[in-house]
């Protein structure tokens, strides 16, 4: 028999029109958007339907967009195909994903979760701001070439690895200027790509210390239990224990280390897990979990 893993995406999977059609024809997509209006206080609906795309792009309202457009995909699941939901037994999600899959897994509620996604994403904005910096997507390079890159970047600015994605495909993080200077020192050691990415700043690295005390601060106060079923965790590919104490902890360490997302989907498959479904928008765990097993399923399940 199949076991099955739902995989939640993170910042970076958001697009202008997200949820639309779940709203407009899904009563529990439209009461979910109803109740993060509420609970944001300001019009979360209107940002993910019809942008601007600048508005929808800030950190700070790209992570609960994401995070409820998620939710409202995954209540279309429960609509179309209740038995897959009910035999789901795993999930895992990408940096800001793991909040919705630590939600869907029962560790929080709707509220608690959008609330400390949303302080999540301010801090992390803050950070950002105080530091000018960025994230490199650095293609055909494995993990000792990208410690070299980083080594030989050094000399310009602070540089590390925030992303770990599959084979040959990991995102860095850094200052502005070492960012500036990775592109012919990755090409000389064979990178095939080199992508600077659209985001605030240099996720997943010390640069965010201080969204990682605020975050801890907003966790300490959260209602957190044990999840029904294992969550893998981003910064050691782990299912989450069943500590509240060790699950805030481990989220407020995840902004400031690198997301092991390659180990987490290995760890999946070794655990026996062999058909996946990404819920939320875009199709990128799709396309990622293909690079480390082009074997085993995994459906998408958008947020249209």
Request: aromatic share 6%; glycine share 8%.
């Amino acid at each position: 028999m199949s076991r099955i893993a739902f995989l939640f995406p993170g910042q970076g999977a958001q697009a202008v029109g997200m949820g639309r059609e779940l709203d407009r024809n899904l009563p529990a997509a439209h009461a979910l958007f109803d109740r993060a209006n509420e609970i944001l206080g300001f019009d979360l609906r209107a940002i993910c339907f019809d942008g601007p795309p600048e508005a929808l792009n800030a950190t700070d309202v790209s992570q609960p967009a994401i995070f409820v457009a998620s939710l409202a995909a995954l209540e279309d699941l429960k609509a179309s195909q209740p038995d897959v939901v009910e035999n789901c037994e795993g999930a895992a999600g990408l940096s800001l994903g793991e909040y919705t899959a630590l939600v869907f897994a029962g560790a929080m509620d709707f509220e608690t979760g959008l609330r400390v996604v949303r302080r999540r994403g301010q801090a992390m904005q803050a950070a950002a701001i105080a530091s000018p910096s960025g994230m490199t997507s650095v293609l055909g390079l494995d993990e000792d070439k990208i410690d070299e890159l980083c080594v030989r970047v050094a000399p310009h600015g602070r540089l590390w690895k925030a992303n770990m994605l599959g084979p040959g495909n990991i995102v860095v993080s850094g200052d502005k200027t070492a960012l500036a200077h990775i592109e012919p020192i990755a090409t000389e050691l064979g990178a095939s790509r080199v992508i600077a990415l659209t985001v605030a700043g240099a996720f997943h690295t010390p640069l965010m210390q201080p969204a990682d005390v605020r975050l801890a601060e907003a966790l300490a106060e959260a209602a957190i239990g044990a999840p029904r079923l294992p969550v893998y965790s981003n910064v050691d590919a782990n299912p989450h224990t069943h500590s509240p104490a060790a699950i805030a902890q481990t989220l407020a360490t995840q902004v400031t280390q690198g997301v092991r997302w390659d180990d987490s989907m290995r760890r999946m498959l070794a655990d026996g897990f062999d058909t996946f479904y990404e819920i939320g928008p875009g199709r990128v765990l799709t396309g990622l979990l293909k690079r480390i097993d082009r074997k085993t399923p995994c459906t998408s399940i958008p947020a249209r």
